[in-house]
């Protein structure tokens, strides 16, 4: 069974400090990652997608991904209390299928 | 305006019935799903389909039925064979582009409450 594995937290951190969120994934021929947000009570909307090993910066969202070590995390800057949601990580697996953890839920103190 | 539109925001199903949830996209993409989520755990995919009148059963399809006549929608019908139906319903798709479909785009959700 293919797996996208998340810590399901909650991860507290106050406002203006540096988020990090991980995610490993068991598929090793994965070729596509995506990051999700999803408020509480509503769907989940895409805020990065990355393929290729490496950094991918947009705004305040950072991507990272290390295909040797099946790894691949968010680092959200400058946390805003607006940033509290659960962030599901999801992998595009060589089957074709893509597969969602369970997510980290986030929680930004002001 | 381009999106993904489910209906109905809210649904209650009676024991032993059967309800029919929306979906429909005008992004104009080649591949649908649909996902149930229960509270505090991930999405599990029930169906999904990549062209207009072939759907393929996700991971938990029993108790649950699609169709795809047109490539703008794919309604769900949760039948009363599901025992447990109560859910947050999220319906998607993605477009294809060299032969890879990419990420997937959520519709607003279905809650869906039996009585």
């Known amino acids: 069974q293919k797996e996208v594995e998340q810590n399901s937290g909650p991860l507290s951190v106050p406002e203006g400090a540096i988020a990090s969120l991980n995610c490993t994934y068991s598929?090793?021929?994965?070729?596509?990652f995506f990051w999700y947000r999803q408020y509480s009570g509503k769907s989940p909307e895409l805020i990065m997608s990355?393929?290729?090993?490496g950094d991918k910066e947009d705004g305040r969202f950072t991507a990272q991904l290390n295909k040797a070590s099946q790894y691949v995390s968010l680092l959200i800057r400058d946390s805003q209390p607006s940033d509290s949601a659960t962030y599901l990580c999801?992998?595009?697996?060589?089957?074709?299928?893509?597969?969602f953890g369970a997510g980290t839920r986030l929680f930004v103190k002001a | 305006d381009g999106g993904i539109t489910q209906s109905p925001k809210y649904l209650f199903r009676k024991e032993g019935q059967n309800v029919t949830l929306s979906c429909e996209q005008n992004?104009?993409?080649?591949?649908m799903y649909w996902y149930r989520q229960d509270p505090g755990q991930g999405l599990r995919l029930i169906y999904y389909s990549q062209i207009v009148n072939d759907f393929q059963k996700g991971d938990i399809a029993e108790g649950y039925s699609v169709s795809r006549e047109k490539k703008e929608s794919f309604p769900l019908t949760v039948t009363s064979a599901q025992k447990n139906p109560t859910a947050f319903y999220l319906c998607a798709s993605s477009i294809k582009s060299n032969y890879v479909y990419n990420e997937q785009f959520f519709g607003p959700g279905t809650r869906l409450t039996v009585l």
């Open positions: 992004l104009n993409h080649d591949a």
């Open positions: 999801a992998v595009l697996t060589g089957g074709f299928k893509t597969i």
């Open positions: 598929d090793r021929v994965s070729q596509s």
């Open positions: 990355i393929y290729s090993n």
